[in-house]
């Protein structure tokens, strides 16, 4: 079992969070062109190693956290709030 | 390389099993092959051995990791069948489905595969009328298929979970009867050896860490055992597809890695003479019983990126439950192993078989749950693609650009999440 350090509620099992993808994907603006669009809905890096990805604490709070976990050995890194004001309210230390 | 009969059965016998040779050769690696197969898998074996067979084309090496069957061939559910909604996918699988009727004969080495047939169970009004559109669609691909109702699938399977609380009742199901299993690391040997008596050299122990590109075209790959030039190079590497093709400075894919895991139970005697598989909102399981008496069974994904080869308890969980769901009588059959195997989940839950932005540089890649079932066709149809340059009728489909041209194909309408295909 993975365990996620929720910034809200502590260390909590992996399946109380849905998994929710790369974290690290940028959208463009809505009149960006086909190309940037084509790579930011379809284009993954796919890394073997460090993760920066979006898990969903359905179960629990149900904030959308930002997790570093690594995709090989499944130990998790950091985890904020996905939501930049929530995070900037949260503090660092939250 | 003894050929396999009877008589070689029969003559070892009597010889105290004393005379029989490796299956296929230990080569050193050349310096240069015409072709260079990244991935001993199933699927870079099967392209091996058709590039001999059907192209001619003998001076090829497969270069492998770590040693046949030791990844996804070997931790599949076994699972053969060609009855897919998208028509291009299902005459792909058929193709396969035709080649594995012939394949023990065609390899001269037995594949076990066991068309034994498939249910797909429906358990609402809505899932019926979706395998009826799959029964019309192949149908009218020249594939047979057959609608039971709740009775003809009671006269077939007595021991599913009929009753009035059943959590999924069961309405009926799609039958293929020329689906089936197949033992799966046979399949890995069996394309090993044919494709070496046709002068293929298998490298294993051998990891690829480098591509060599001149001027925009591919011209060998470097491995731990040195450089070895090719004039073509075909990656068949399902799981680590981002890792090897990242080498080639083809950085994003329109693939994620998960684990997928499997289920062997303790060894029954007879209790399932079929595949039995369904699929309903938040369940998803498929079983059929090994020729040694285990069931072997799957579900789900593990539903985050991973490239561990080994499966989380949450699934174990899951499929656990979805076998009681339906087989009650497994409540206190012991399980025997798990592992896990990592897929290419692709963006649309259909497979990559395709030129790449690299000339001569060929991607065989985004199996999803499919890899094991497309083992044949999936070497044919790429060995087709290496030798000529271009794909055939039936494979340009399935090309990496389809997803920036807007002609994704999407078996189950999931949209861009490769964890739900």
């Avoid at chain 1, 920066?52 to 130990?75: I, M, P, S």
């Avoid at chain 2, 192949?138 to 009753?163: F, K, N, T, W």
Wanted: proline share 4%.
């Amino acid at each position: 079992m993975i365990r996620i350090t929720c910034p809200f509620c502590g260390e909590r099992d992996h399946s109380e969070f849905s998994y929710g993808g790369d974290a690290t994907v940028d959208y463009p603006a809505l009149d960006a062109s086909a190309e940037e669009w084509t790579a930011a809905v379809y284009g993954r890096t796919n890394p073997r190693g460090p993760h920066k990805e979006y898990w969903h604490h359905l179960n629990g709070c149900r904030a959308w956290l930002v997790v570093e976990r690594d995709t090989l050995t499944h130990e998790i890194g950091t985890v904020e709030f996905a939501h930049p004001g929530l995070r900037a309210a949260m503090g660092d230390g939250a | 390389m003894s050929h396999y009969s009877v008589w070689s059965v029969l003559r070892e016998g009597l010889r105290g099993q004393t005379g029989w040779d490796r299956a296929w050769r230990d080569p050193e690696p050349k310096a240069e092959y015409d072709v260079v197969i990244v991935g001993g898998g199933g699927h870079g074996l099967a392209t091996a051995y058709y590039l001999a067979k059907n192209h001619g084309i003998t001076n090829v090496a497969v270069v492998e990791k770590g040693w046949l069957g030791g990844g996804n061939t070997g931790r599949n559910t076994t699972i053969v069948r060609s009855n897919y909604v998208q028509p291009v996918s299902t005459q792909f699988y058929e193709h396969s489905v035709q080649l594995w009727e012939n394949l023990s004969h065609d390899l001269n080495y037995n594949v076990m595969f066991s068309q034994r047939g498939q249910l797909g169970l429906f358990h609402t009004p809505a899932a019926r009328d979706v395998q009826a559109k799959r029964v019309n669609t192949m149908l009218a691909c020249g594939i047979e298929a057959e609608l039971l109702d709740r009775e003809q699938v009671m006269a077939m399977v007595p021991h599913l979970d009929y009753s009035e609380r059943a959590r999924f009742p069961i309405l009926g199901a799609i039958l293929q009867k020329r689906a089936g299993t197949a033992r799966h690391d046979a399949v890995a040997w069996g394309f090993a050896r044919a494709a070496d008596r046709l002068g293929v050299d298998i490298l294993q122990q051998t990891p690829v860490t480098g591509i060599l590109r001149e001027g925009g075209a591919v011209t060998g790959v470097e491995t731990a055992r040195g450089t070895i030039r090719a004039s073509k190079v075909g990656v068949a590497v399902a799981g680590s597809t981002g890792h090897v093709m990242a080498m080639a400075g083809i950085e994003r894919l329109p693939i994620e890695s998960h684990k997928l895991q499997a289920f062997v139970s303790e060894p029954l005697k007879p209790l399932l003479d079929c595949v039995i598989g369904y699929g309903a909102p938040g369940a998803h399981f498929y079983i059929s019983q090994s020729d040694k008496g285990g069931m072997v069974f799957g579900g789900d994904l593990d539903f985050y990126n991973s490239y561990a080869q080994r499966g989380n308890l949450p699934i174990v969980q899951d499929v656990a439950e979805c076998a009681m769901a339906i087989m009650p009588c497994l409540g206190r059959v012991k399980l025997l192993r798990h592992w896990a195997g990592i897929m290419d989940m692709s963006m649309d839950g259909t497979h990559i078989m395709s030129k790449t932005p690299v000339e001569r540089l060929y991607m065989n890649a985004g199996w999803c749950y499919g890899g094991f079932k497309a083992t044949p066709a999936s070497g044919w149809h790429f060995a087709d693609l290496i030798a000529n340059d271009r794909p055939d009728d039936l494979t340009a489909a399935f090309s990496l650009d389809r997803f920036e041209r807007g002609y994704t194909i999407d078996e189950k309408g999931m949209g861009p999440t490769p964890k739900l295909h």
